[in-house]
């Protein structure tokens, strides 16, 4: 089996999941990427340069080379070009027109226009704002990522003013003005094999939530999506969005039909999907659908959560395995209690990924160390109980010497602190005992 794997920059979720992952399935990589350099010697990969963004150049990069089994991509920004292209070789992939609705705000809040009445309105390059908004609203580029240039405004007044900021950055590109979702965060990770609805996880699934359906190629005949879990963001002061913790929870039973339908509009049904949500007074509200799977450092953590190995799952739904192949039984959340976690037992039954963000600009001074790999042990704390049954790993961003120049964005990010445990009094326990005394130090 050949996987082509089209990126941009290295991220974890490339170079720590899914690379290993086709490694441990035995399958043969070629690299496809603008930035060859940043995959230079990575081993058993044969790395070709191409401009991914073009699905006639990654086309044209795949025919002069081994015959495809699998196009795959988890960027935010090739999902389409990826489809397009396993599309022209016959090979399973995701809709390339869901992919183009997912990406791009204003179509994806166009998709929905039927399933939840959210005001948002379309801001071309040199148009006119908006005169009827209900303020506050949010204003974003339209295919932008990481909370980039998205910022919370109170009337009309300070539209004006944080769309000519963000012109001055963007000129070219499309704006959204939208109304402010007011609710908690939440997430909801789904895997399919097809188009179709969701199905719930564990003591839900009984309730059908969602159904089973067909639609061809991109289904296989057939497809069922299946919810892999959730987690509850916790978001940094307005007027900006930076996800500062990201804790496990999986999507209440009556959010599901909401979710499935909104899911279902914008043709999401095969592969990984990362869903953002607001759960406002009138329900669950979708913020953003990112067809890929969940990143900084959170697809880690779920796999760790559902004890599976997901990312090869993934690969191998692109592979046209259908989700009856794998062991379901991961999705049953009856198991995650306090009682189901032990030195020996199957799987923690809490989790977080707790985001280290810089709190001024500065140059780093002090970092605490990498902890990079799995099956290291969990880092020695002093406090008291801090460690007891909690696994923790931390991923360095930035080093000793970088200067941070802060943005009220996710590019903000020092570090990243993933924790798995019993529960969370204990998880919390570990992070906070991590945090103090193994600090980022800014000067």
Known sequence: MRLYLTTLNPTDSVTGGFLPAATALGWDVTILTDRPDRYAGYPGCEVVAADVRDARAVIDAVAARHPPGVIFSNSDHLQAPAA???????????????????????????????????????????????????????VKPALGVASEDVVLVDGPDA???????????????????????DGPVRTLETLGDGGGGVRGAGRDAGRDAGRESGGGRHSGGGGVRRVLGGFATTLGPPPRFIEERLDWRPPDAGHLPHLNAALDAVGVGFGV?????????????????????????????????????????????????????????????????????GTDGPRPAYGSVVSLV?????????????????????????????GDGV?????????????????????????????????????????????????????
């Open 391 to 443: 696994r923790l790993w931390h991923r360095a961003l930035r080093e000793v010497g970088d200067h941070v120049e802060v943005t009220g964005t996710n590019r903000d990010y020092l570090g990243l602190l993933r924790a798995v445990g019993p529960d969370r009094e204990r998880v919390d326990a570990a992070v906070d005992a991590f945090r103090k005394e193994h600090p980022w130090v800014l000067a």
């Open 84 to 138: 397009l292209a396993a599309e022209y070789f016959g090979l399973p992939g995701k809709d390339w027109r869901a992919c183009v609705t997912a990406k791009n705000k204003a179509l994806t809040r166009r998709a929905l226009a039927a399933v939840e009445p959210v005001r948002s309105v379309r801001i071309p390059p040199g148009g006119d704002l908006p005169l009827d908004l209900p303020y506050p609203v949010v």
């Open 358 to 386: 810089a709190e001024r600009s500065g140059t780093v001074t002090a970092a605490p160390p990498d902890l990079p790999a799995p099956d290291l042990p969990a880092l020695s704390l002093s406090a008291p109980d801090a």
């Open 159 to 181: 539209l004006r003013a944080e769309v000519a900021e963000i012109r001055e950055r963007r000129p070219a590109e499309v704006l959204v003005a939208e109304e402010f979702l």
């Open 273 to 341: 999907c990362h869903t953002e949500y607001a759960v406002t007074r009138d329900g669950p509200r979708i913020i953003e659908i990112n067809y890929r799977l969940i990143g900084d450092n959170c697809d880690f953590l779920l796999a760790d959560l559902l004890g599976v190995p997901l990312h090869e799952w993934i690969l191998r739904i692109h592979a046209g395995e259908p989700l009856s192949a794998f062991d379901l039984a991961a999705f049953d959340l009856d198991a995650f209690d306090a009682g189901a976690f």
